[in-house]
């Protein structure tokens, strides 16, 4: 089966600009996570999403990130304005279950770097 | 604050040495996953344990659930330099997978 799907591999933007990125998941995959992934660090949840409702968003500074899942296929996932501490691997994950015992299938994630 | 706590955060070892590495927490998950990642690249999962004491084996690692639920250690017998990696932990929590900050390892040949 083909693996998530992430667009684009690699950005980078100056701070108060805007960026988007893009994630197609495994086919038949109800759950889609986005994490944000700084360097040295483990990935942190960002936002959960069940088909195209979302399920955990506490983690995510909705003051300038937003995301959303549009007929509970793909997604994206915007900044707007970045900042200097926004530099991070972002990955998007799937999952075909939805209890948190489930694999996650991530994608190879979307490296931003703020300047 | 790091929901779940592991350590070492870096190991630099010789191919051939065994090694274990440690994932805690106060809190009681529901299930607790071990992934891999190598630079570039997603996590990608080694094993999920979901019973309190359950060991489960993937060739030379072993995995360990504590019986409170609440930590885990992975064992890596004769470790390779294809072994080098991080990695991760990450515990069920309302739904959701919350990750550790990872250990990275290397393994020297």
């Known amino acids: 089966e083909a693996g998530v799907a992430q667009s684009p591999r690699y950005k980078i933007i100056e701070k108060r600009q805007s960026v988007a990125f893009w994630c197609n998941p495994i086919?038949?995959?109800?759950?889609l996570y986005w994490y944000q992934q700084i360097l040295g660090q483990g990935p942190k949840l960002l936002i959960q999403?069940?088909?195209?409702?979302?399920?955990?968003d506490s983690q995510l500074p909705k003051d300038r990130f937003s995301a959303e899942r549009l007929k509970g296929v793909d997604s994206t996932l915007k900044i707007q304005p970045a900042k200097l501490e926004d530099s991070a691997v972002y990955l998007c994950?799937?999952?075909?279950?939805?209890?948190?015992?489930?694999?996650?299938?991530f994608g190879n994630g979307t490296r931003l770097t703020v300047t | 604050t790091q929901l779940l706590e592991q350590s070492p955060q870096f190991l630099s070892i010789q191919e051939g040495e065994n090694l274990t590495v440690y994932c805690n927490s106060s809190?009681?998950?529901?299930?607790l996953q071990w992934y891999r990642q190598e630079p570039g690249e997603g996590p990608v999962l080694l094993v999920t344990?979901?019973?309190?004491?359950e060991v489960k084996k993937l060739k030379r690692l072993t995995f360990q659930f504590g019986d409170a639920r609440k930590d885990s250690s992975l064992h890596i017998t004769a470790a390779q330099p294809g072994d080098t990696g991080l990695y991760l932990c990450?515990?069920?929590?309302?739904?959701?997978?919350?990750f550790g900050a990872g250990t990275r390892l290397t393994v020297k040949p």
């Open positions: 809190s009681v998950f529901s299930s």
């Open positions: 086919s038949g995959h109800a759950t």
């Open positions: 999403f069940q088909n195209n409702g979302v399920v955990d």
């Open positions: 990450a515990g069920g929590h309302n739904n959701d997978m919350r």
């Open positions: 994950a799937s999952s075909l279950d939805a209890t948190g015992a489930g694999t996650l299938h």
């Open positions: 344990v979901v019973t309190g004491g």
